[in-house]
């Protein structure tokens, strides 16, 4: 479990987040959703120590992060926009990943590898990859040493449809196998399709958490993007 | 910690040695070097005008390189952060990825024609030993000072106009300043505040150094012989060698704690 208390951001004088208080449970998958610029990326960079909180603790397992770096053993990240170092190749780049996790991993997973069809790109370099396939490279380095907590950031945005159905159909699966995922999207039928819960966010504030249905229950509408759509509008009155 | 330093050091250089600006710093002090000699100047000629390309080069390369690398890698280094992987081991991993890969294109491009002419001439090349040695120390210092700003500047474009501002401050506008209050104040005995000014700025230090170690002082007049006394004493090493160090270390000190807490 994750526990987000009296968490606050700021950028200068942006106000990002506005001492939140979450909990994000296990084994279920949790998305982040609201408008660009509401918070959602900065809450999953939060988690992974990449930015400092003004103010508040997370605590993953009961254990507060503090500067213990060991955590992030359990974390696999997929950034929204992930940039390698551009001449190493495809194949240098997943060796250094494993050559720094060595002896902090048990089981590599290499799955989506395999169905990304990643081997035929493995000796190109990076600044010779398109958007898409360099995406793939970002998703199968989250998923790679069986993580239990996958942080995914606009995990389909630059994806083909392919591409995009072979992801979440792993991300079900890891979910199926107990894991704990939290994802920040866009796309609402993708967050129908595969969020258990939903955290509505907007200008630095939760307007909702709770399941994916009880929000179409709540607004009484058909469904999610509507839902939220609402919401939104109702928040601006 | 110490493994992981290791690990990300590889890496980077692995990744810096694709980098066709190395081979061209290397290119150009090997070219250089060899032209000097070539055109008949002697060791000690060649490394007369050495010296002057060593200190003006050398800051203005690294220091440019060196953000330019470190705004490119902030993916990168993204990527690491999300490992489980401590900030200071990236920091540290990063620093001498970079300014090694430096140093031996440095060392290597100016050091082949040196040992050539000793194996050509038989000549001795003593003058080349400090050459090499400030060549590093301002390798190390202007690495280090380039990591600060990136830190410090998201923007690259400030960052960069930043690099350049400060190395034209070191190598240029320092001594303009300096040569001001000499001008201002020339009734007064001014020779030691001016040792004092030489501490901070590493271009300048280095520059006494070499001159000192060249033995040329002399054509500095009696600043010249003030300046031998001080820093040709043993105080003076110390002192200007530590002046030196710490150049490398206050750097690197305040881009450490800076890194630590920096938003990524």
């Known amino acids: ?237 | 910690m110490k493994r992981d330093i290791i690990k990300i050091f590889k890496y980077e250089v692995l990744n810096i040695l694709h980098s066709k600006w190395l081979i061209l710093y290397a290119l150009f002090f090997l070219l250089l070097t060899e032209g000097l000699f070539r055109l008949g100047g002697g060791v000690t000629k060649t490394s007369m005008s050495m010296m002057n390309v060593v200190i003006i080069v050398v800051p203005l390369f690294c220091i440019i390189l060196g953000a330019m690398y470190l705004y490119n890698s902030k993916e990168f280094i993204q990527l690491l952060l999300t490992q489980p992987i401590q900030r200071s081991s990236l920091f540290w991993g990063i620093y001498f990825g970079l300014s090694i890969p430096l140093v031996i294109s440095f060392s290597v491009g100016m050091g082949i024609p040196y040992l050539l002419h000793a194996f050509r001439s038989g000549q001795s090349i003593s003058s080349f030993w400090p050459l090499l040695g400030n060549g590093i120390l301002l390798t190390f210092i202007f690495v280090g000072i380039s990591y600060l700003i990136a830190i410090l500047f998201d923007d690259r474009i400030r960052g960069l106009a930043m690099v350049i501002g400060l190395w034209l401050f070191f190598a240029v506008i320092y001594d303009g300043l300096v040569l001001f209050l000499i001008y201002t104040f020339s009734d007064y005995p001014l020779e030691k505040p001016i040792i004092g000014f030489t501490i901070f700025n590493p271009i300048d230090l280095a520059r006494i150094l070499l001159l000192l170690k060249f033995d040329i002082s002399a054509l500095m007049s009696y600043t010249g012989a003030v300046f031998e006394q001080f820093f040709g004493s043993s105080l003076g090493i110390v002192l200007s060698f530590s002046a030196l160090g710490l150049w490398v270390l206050i750097p690197l000190v305040l881009a450490l704690h800076k890194f630590k807490y920096k938003d990524f």
């Open chain 1, 1 to 237: 479990m994750i526990q987000l208390s009296d968490l606050s951001k700021r950028y200068g004088k942006l106000q990002v987040l506005n001492s939140i208080n979450l909990s994000i449970d296990s084994g279920k998958i949790t998305a982040i959703v609201g408008p660009n610029g509401a918070g959602k990326t900065t809450i999953l960079k939060l988690i992974l120590d990449l930015i400092k909180a003004n103010n508040g603790n997370i605590r993953i397992d009961e254990k507060s992060i503090g500067n213990d770096f060991k955590y992030r053993q359990n974390i696999g990240y997929m950034a929204q926009i992930a940039r390698f170092p551009e001449n190493l190749t495809v194949k240098k780049i997943l060796t250094m990943i494993k050559d720094l996790r060595e002896g902090r991993y048990e089981t590599l997973d290499e799955e989506l590898i395999h169905k990304f069809d990643l081997k035929s790109e493995f000796d190109k370099q990076v600044k010779n990859l398109s958007g898409g396939n360099t995406q793939k490279v970002n998703a199968s380095i989250a998923f790679l040493f069986s993580p239990e907590y996958l942080i995914l950031d606009e995990p389909t945005a630059s994806l083909d449809p392919i591409a995009s159905s072979i992801l979440k159909d792993k991300i079900k699966k890891e979910k199926e196998a107990g894991k704990t995922i939290i994802l920040s999207s866009h796309i609402m039928a993708e967050v129908e399709e595969l969020a258990d819960e939903v955290i509505f966010l907007l200008e630095g504030n939760i307007y909702y958490q709770g399941s994916t249905k009880g929000l179409i229950e709540v607004t009484g509408e058909e469904n999610l993007e509507r839902s939220i759509a609402r919401m939104m509008r109702g928040v601006e009155q």
